[in-house]
């Protein structure tokens, strides 16, 4: 009995050093100890000996039994330390080496400034209002008060879906749907895409952007308007920067007129941007002009209002300093890349 127990216990040990996995380590477990084990047949093989042999022969085989699962634990616990250890190293990170960095997108200038010059107005209490861009003749021309003879509609200047439906040439369209929809006191500004039969040139294109403005309450004077226009001057470009008002004509205000701003490249003083004046022509405003206010369904003698048209562009291309209007349409990313 002692000897095959040794012999087993050889088997055990030559067999553990060689065994390189948890997996080997088990198959070798139930080769030893398992139920159709070595050992186990041992004591299955019991029965054959004298009652007097049996209790130091069951003995022998007990302890064996416990030594045997000791060394297997043991054998255990290196091999799950080792596997432990290779799959630290496996799973090293060189938290030295540079990432590899997506590609990330950058905001349009026109959207960078826009949204400026919409915050410039929000501030102010003004409410963002949209239009359609295929818009009526109704509201685009008729509502506006320019007569069917208007030079601003010719085909040469407007974009005609049919007889009645045109792309809008400006944004002054959403004042009648404005004053259509609402009762005053009115006060909002509209943001977006306008379109003339423009060629494209530095300085044309046949779609750009304006942003209406339009106030209508009970006395409101011209001195608002100038006020409110020169607020704006004063928080998109600082102290210093305020309007210049000269007499104009649109036929849906009354008096108009078209305002500069202190040229921001020279602060006044002349230079190549302003072409010497110290001026920057922005936008064209006026007072609402009483007949619109009728045809829009409000009592010209109760209210009065103001509304003006910013062009976008030109503020955008002065911002940054951007030479060609077609940058902004040309969607060419080393051009856009440079506004983060
Ligand atoms: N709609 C005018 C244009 O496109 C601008 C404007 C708006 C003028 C509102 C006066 C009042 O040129």
Redesign the pocket.
Known sequence: MKEKIAQIEQLLVTELAGCENLQALDALRVKVLGKKGELTALLRGMGQLSPEERPAAGQMINEAREKFTGLLEEKQALLKKQEQEAALKRETIDVTQPAAMPKAGSVHPMTLVLNEVVDCFTGMGFEVVEGPEVELDHYNFELMNIPKNHPARDAQDTFYVDDNIVLR????PVQARTMLTRKPPIRVICPGRVYRADEMDATHSPVFH?M?GLVIDKDVTMADLRGTLNAFAERLYGKGITTRFRPSF?P??EP?AEVDLTCVNCHGKGCRVCKGTGWIEV????MVNPHVLEMCGIDPNEYSGF???IGIERITMQRYGIPDLRLLFEGDVRFLGQFR
Request: charge should be negative; proline fraction near 0%.
């Open positions: 040439t400006h944004t002054s304006q209406e649109f849906f205000t108009s936008l064209g405003c006026g509304a003006f048209g």
